[in-house]
């Protein structure tokens, strides 16, 4: 079982509609990171979070830290928003520099 | 604007020929990781520089080789390219290596071995 575990892995949406994607993870964590990635692109960090909730722009992101579950929500999506979500964990204590990845969540914002 | 750069952006190498990828930042951030992505896979740490400080990943091959001349620069040698070793490589950097310091990654290296 992966320690990170994304859903859904695939996600198709109309422009305009609202996105969610949820990351669980199985392991204590110090950090939780958003990424985004375009096909073929490189690695954009959307967001960090160790705690409560983050915006920016149309994205919002969310932690609970007693459940072990975040959400990364897209408010009015737009075909640009088009890319793989990756949620990645940074761990606690000695191994605090790794980070674990999701597998991803592959998004397509039709017009 | 650009914080961490790689070059080239597209590599094609020959099998077995040696290959060196570039990566620079100007954050001025003490750690620099060098992550190896194959497609429809999450990135894969092969090492990470803390200043000087070289950590090797306990599953990168030999292969693998990377040097850190100063704080802005770092590379990834690949000492005899396998046609498994096509991949995007992934340079990214921190401030430090606790729990605030976020990682900035770089555009990627894409590599191809003929």
């Known amino acids: 079982k992966n320690e990170v575990e994304q859903s859904p892995q695939n996600l198709t949406a109309q422009e305009g509609e609202f996105i969610t994607i949820n990351c669980s993870y199985s392991?204590?964590?110090?950090?939780l990171h958003w990424l985004q990635q375009h096909p073929g692109g490189g690695i954009v960090s959307l967001f960090m979070?160790?705690?409560g909730k983050k915006k920016h722009g149309r994205l919002i992101a969310t932690i609970n830290i007693q459940e072990k579950h975040s959400s990364l929500h897209i408010t009015a999506s737009h075909p640009r928003d088009s890319a793989v979500y990756i949620c990645a964990v940074r761990g606690s204590g000695g191994s605090n520099y790794k980070l674990t990845f999701g597998k991803g969540t592959l998004l397509t914002v039709n017009p | 604007d650009a914080m961490v750069i790689q070059n080239p952006r597209y590599q094609v190498t020959q099998f077995g020929k040696p290959v060196t990828l570039s990566c620079s930042q100007t954050l001025n951030h003490n750690v620099m990781y060098w992550y190896q992505q194959k497609s429809s896979q999450a990135p894969k740490l092969l090492f990470h520089?803390?200043?000087?400080?070289?950590?090797n990943e306990a599953d990168t091959p030999d292969n693998f080789q990377s040097r850190r001349p100063n704080t802005s620069f770092c590379f990834l040698d690949i000492r005899s390219p396998g046609l498994g070793d096509a991949a995007m490589y992934l340079c990214?950097?921190?401030?430090?290596?606790?729990?605030?310091?976020?990682?900035?990654f770089g555009p990627g290296t894409r590599l191809t071995v003929l």
């Open positions: 520089y803390y200043d000087k400080d070289f950590n």
């Open positions: 979070l160790s705690s």
């Open positions: 990214a950097t921190s401030k430090g290596a606790g729990s605030v310091s976020e990682q900035f």
């Open positions: 392991v204590g964590i110090s950090a």
